[in-house]
């Protein structure tokens, strides 16, 4: 039987709520096509009620907000303990997406979830909410992959709990990976035809998995994404990024970011999946045959950031294509901070000078103002990256706030010898922006010939001629890797 395109029309024209559990159809292709909409935990999901349920904000008091609530994950635990493990949330897809069909025979898959150290309630929402909005014929196992953590609840406590879920494999590493080489590991052990990566915080939306299988299965050469939705580190309300459906695209710094699809590459139909030039890295769809020819993640890269440009990169010099699509969405919550140690690289916590016993502080540090002094931040609060009194000593010989993984785009800055120095958008050209660290404990400027002085009554931080006998010249770099620290300083002096 052969039907004929213009049916879909008329579908969507009488049935606005769906086209029918199960129903095929046959395209003028051949393939038949179904409706792949789980109209009985939808309806489910519609009739439940409390707090946070439909992605609402949870209403928050003074104390919720505390940080201790923040420290071990970056984001809100106690409100995440605090809303259904199984809530629902809102289908803010685009309305045509309620009409659209994927073929009857899709690949099932392995979904993979690297965790470091997560938060238990986080966790369990992420597998709950993929049980609950997945076909359960499209997956082949959901491997959760533990990068190392020392957490209890996620040892045999987490063994247990997952006992009732027949598809959950536990696996974990025999040491820190970071999460390219714990993705690696259970994607080693996948069985599925496809490979799906989720973050071990995110709740899957209504439908969210048939529309990427179905371009894979069209095209196996494909790495699919879904839309990420923003789960709000504080009250966990569930909302689209801005802007929503962008292509990935990166800056001169390697900074991932999203920008408007240009006019002339929108579809007619702004639900149908688009290309994308990069992703933003956690959530996707690969074939898995298709990811080893790829070769995979290079097992080089460490802890976080950089893969997900590595791996665009292979799909496209490799004849493949990179899709976003638009009726698959999944939320992720977006940390405040990162929580977690990272126990290699050029990370260096405060600058501590040896004089005033005070700290480099950025606290006011939009681009321009000045550097100041002020008393050191204790020992164990350094885990909060958005804390002014942290510095990471960069591959660009620069000096910028925050830690590596998340540096604020500032660097220091002087404009001579005898100025103050001042947070100014990096420019990674090196100039005015370029530093180093001395055996004598001085920040050396080269292209003023001067170092980093203090006052310490003032608190003022600023350009002098270099005096290594100074102590108000000598500054401590607390907790920095000094292997990196060397290999640096030797390039500059080569
Ligand atoms: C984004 C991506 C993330 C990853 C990262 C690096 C999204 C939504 N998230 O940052 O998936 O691509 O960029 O490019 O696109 N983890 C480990 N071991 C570690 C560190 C992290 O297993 O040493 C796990 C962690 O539990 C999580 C995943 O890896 O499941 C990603 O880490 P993240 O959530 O801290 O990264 P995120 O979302 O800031
Ligand atoms: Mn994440």
Known sequence: MRAF???IIWIKETLPLGLGDGQLFTWTDGLKRKDWHDYESIQKDAMRSGKGEHGKPYPLTEEDHDDSAYRENGFNIFVSNNIALERSLPDIRHPNCKHKVYLETLPNTSIIIPFHNEGWTSLLRTIHS??????????AEIILVDDFSDREHLKEKLEEYMVRFAKVRIVRTKKREGLIRTRLLGASLARGEVLTFLDSHCEVNVNWL?????QIALNHKTIVCPMIDVIDHNHFGYEAQAGDAMRGAFDWEMYYKRIPIPPELQRADPSDPFESPVMAGGLFAVNRKWFWELGGYDPGLEIWGGEQYEISFKVWMCGGGMYDVPCSRVGHIYRK??????PSGTSLARIRNVA????VDSKHGATGTELRLDICVKDGSE??????QLFT??????????EPLHTRKFCFDAISHSSPVTLYDCHGMKGNQHWSYRKDKTLFHPVSSSCIDCNPAEKKIFMNRCDPLSETQQWIFEHINMTVLEKFNSKASS
Not at 356 to 359: H, S
Not at 383 to 388: N, P
Request: charged content about 20%.
């Open 5 to 7: 395109p213009v049916i």
């Open 130 to 139: 993929i049980i609950n909005r997945t076909p359960d014929s499209l997956i």
């Open 210 to 214: 048939p529309p990427l299988l179905n």
């Open 337 to 342: 901070y990162v929580p977690y140690k990272v």
């Open 356 to 359: 005033a016993n005070l700290c």
């Open 383 to 388: 885990r909060t990256w958005s804390h002014e």
């Open 393 to 402: 000593f960069g591959w660009r010989e620069d000096i910028r706030p925050g």
